[in-house]
């Protein structure tokens, strides 16, 4: 039977996030407004199931499928809301699943540095995925577990702080981002996502 380890709806995908996921994933590149559900599920070749049931369910379009022998991810946009939800309720069904399923979030770690030193900001440039972090800014970085909810952080931190989004990975053994930005908006980013993590419920891993 198929275990759903992340199950995340996004009602508004931010610029930098919509271009990041447009950037790194091998679908139908999504835009800023569009709704978007991304979900993960374990044995990985299952999510060939889920995205059969959601592409045929609705009007959606799937940005992303990762399919690795334990985990497999799928992201699907579109810009009606109601299309999304629908797609998202088929794909569960396909697997026998509820939202209820999805395991709950756990904060891994959380920090903030202030005044990047230029040669970390370099060391953290060449692996990133999105744009360039910069010296003397603050640098936020966040884990959480399963990996995809990750992506619900970014998706907020951007949404209420005017911050970089400098890297952000969604699967994985852990979602990891990175923010840059000033230190009022990295510590107003870094509230919202972490608000965003802890407010799903699910069950205990």
């Known amino acids: 039977?198929?275990?759903?380890?992340?199950?995340?709806?996004?009602?508004?995908?931010?610029?930098?996030?919509?271009?990041?996921?447009?950037?790194n994933a091998r679908g139908y590149?999504?835009?800023?407004?569009?709704?978007?559900?991304?979900?993960?599920?374990?044995?990985?070749?299952?999510?060939?199931?889920?995205?059969?049931a959601a592409v045929k369910a609705a009007n959606i379009r799937p940005g992303l499928m990762v399919v690795e022998r334990h985990f497999g991810v799928l992201e699907f946009h579109s810009k009606a809301q109601a299309e999304v939800k629908h797609a998202g309720?088929?794909?569960?069904?396909?697997?026998?699943?509820?939202?209820?399923?999805?395991?709950?979030?756990?904060?891994?770690?959380?920090?903030?540095?202030?005044?990047?030193n230029a040669y970390?900001?370099?060391?953290?440039?060449?692996?990133?995925?999105?744009?360039?972090?910069?010296?003397?800014?603050?640098l936020y970085i966040l884990e959480v577990h399963p990996a995809a909810y990750i992506s619900l952080a970014a998706n907020e931190a951007e949404k209420n702080s005017r911050v970089t989004l400098v890297d952000c990975r969604t699967y994985g053994a852990v979602g990891r981002l990175y923010l840059g930005g000033t230190q009022s908006d990295v510590e107003r980013a870094a509230g919202a996502a972490e608000t965003a993590v802890s407010s799903l419920t699910g069950r205990e891993k």
């Open 89 to 116: 309720l088929a794909a569960l069904k396909a697997l026998g699943l509820t939202i209820n399923d999805r395991v709950k979030p756990e904060i891994l770690n959380s920090q903030i540095i202030h005044k990047v």
């Open 1 to 23: 039977m198929a275990e759903l380890r992340t199950y995340i709806y996004l009602d508004r995908l931010q610029p930098q996030y919509a271009a990041y996921v447009g950037a």
């Open 120 to 138: 970390h900001a370099q060391l953290i440039n060449v692996a990133r995925l999105s744009s360039m972090l910069l010296p003397g800014q603050d």
């Open 29 to 52: 590149i999504p835009v800023p407004g569009m709704a978007a559900i991304l979900m993960e599920v374990s044995p990985g070749v299952v999510i060939n199931k889920a995205t059969d």
